[in-house]
C-alpha cells in the first residue's frame, strides 16, 4: 500500500498537468473500484476546473470550482499517469487505452490523467469541500507528521497509554498520518526501538525522539521520489529510489549498518505484517 511519500511523489507529479485546468472529459469506465463510485460522477467533473491539489493521509484530493473536492486513493495498484504534457523533462504521449484504465480525465490543456488499477483496491469519491473533514474517511484521521500540530508533546501524550506495540501504534492513522510499515520499520531502526515494545513502556524521552526521525525519513523518502515497491510507480512512470538505501525494510538476512554491529536483520510478523529490526541495536 503506498504510504506518504509515495503519495505525495503522485500527487506532485499530476499538480503541473491539473492545477488551474479545466477537466474537458471525465471518462468513468466502470461502476466502482474499491467502493461504488459517487452518482453522475462524469458529469460532476465534466467541465471544472481543478483549483488545487493537496494530500491528506494517504488521499489525493483535488478542490473543484464547483465546490465539490476529488478524493483519490491509490489502493495497493493504484496509478496516476500523465500523458500528453511534459512531465519533467520528458513529453509522454498518449499510450493506447489499457484494461485496467478506470478513470480518464482529459484536461484542456492536452494532458490525460489516467487512474489504472489491476486489483481494484483503489477508490476515488467526491466530497462537499467546505464540509470533507467531516468525511467518513477523513474525520478520524490524526496530524500530518509533517505539519505543526505533530510534535514531541503531542505524542508522548497519546503513547503513553497506549499498551499495544509501539509499530502498531504508529501504524494507527487515528494517531499520525500516513505511515505505513515500510517507514515506520526505518523510523524504529533509526531511533533504536524494538518493534515489540508496548507503547506506554518505553520513555517519554525515547518517544519524542520518535517525532525529527519520523520527519527525517519522510522527507528523504519524498526527495528520492517514494519506494517502488511491487506495483508501485511515480505518475511518469517512473522507479523511486529510496528502496535502495533501505536500512532495515525487506533486508531479512543481511548484516546490520551499524558500525561495529555483528547481527543480521530479523524479520517478525505482527498484525499480518513484516517487522524488520536489527536484535542488538533496536531494545
Known amino acids: 500500500m503506498p504510504e506518504l511519500p509515495e503519495v505525495e511523489t503522485v500527487k506532485a507529479g499530476i499538480a503541473p498537468a491539473m492545477e488551474g485546468q479545466i477537466i474537458a472529459q471525465a471518462d468513468i469506465n466502470r461502476p466502482d473500484l474499491r467502493w461504488p463510485f459517487p452518482e453522475n460522477m462524469s458529469a460532476r467533473l465534466t467541465g471544472k476546473r481543478v483549483l488545487g491539489l493537496r494530500r491528506r493521509s494517504k488521499y489525493i484530493l483535488a ?9 483519490i486513493h491509490l489502493g495497493m495498484s493504484g496509478r496516476m499517469l500523465v500523458s500528453g504534457v511534459k512531465v519533467g523533462e520528458f513529453h509522454h504521449p498518449h499510450p493506447v487505452p489499457a484494461k485496467h484504465d478506470h478513470v480518464v480525465l482529459h484536461m484542456d490543456n492536452g494532458a490525460r490523467i489516467t487512474f489504472n488499477d489491476a486489483r481494484r483496491f483503489g477508490a476515488m469519491d467526491l466530497l462537499d469541500t467546505a464540509t470533507q473533514e467531516d468525511h467518513w474517511l477523513i474525520r478520524d484521521i490524526g496530524p500530518e507528521p509533517l505539519g505543526n500540530a505533530f510534535d514531541e508533546t503531542y505524542l508522548v501524550e497519546r503513547l503513553k497509554r497506549k499498551n499495544s506495540p509501539i509499530k502498531s501504534a504508529l501504524l494507527d492513522q487515528g494517531i499520525v498520518a500516513g505511515l505505513g510499515n515500510i517507514y515506520v520499520c526505518e523510523v524504529l531502526f533509526r531511533t533504536g526501538i524494538h518493534p ?56 531479512e538476512g543481511k548484516p546490520c549498518v551499524t558500525d561495529g554491529c555483528k547481527k543480521t536483520i530479523q524479520r517478525i510478523v505482527q498484525s499480518g505484517r513484516s517487522s524488520f529490526f536489527c536484535p542488538q541495536c533496536q531494545r
Not at 63 to 71: A, Q, V
Not at 237 to 246: A, I, K
Request: proline share 2%; no cysteine.
Open 63 to 71: 478542490d473543484l470550482d464547483s465546490g465539490e473536492t476529488l478524493l
Open 196 to 251: 515489540t515494545r508496548k507503547a506506554s513502556q518505553i520513555s517519554a524521552k525515547r518517544i519524542a525522539s520518535l517525532v525529527p526521525v519520523i520527519r527525517e525519513v519522510l522527507s528523504e523518502a519524498i526527495a528520492a521520489g517514494g519506494s517502488s515497491l511491487r506495483d508501485y510507480r511515480q505518475s511518469d512512470g517512473e522507479l523511486g529510489y529510496f528502496q535502495h538505501v533501505f536500512q532495515v525494510y525487506d533486508q
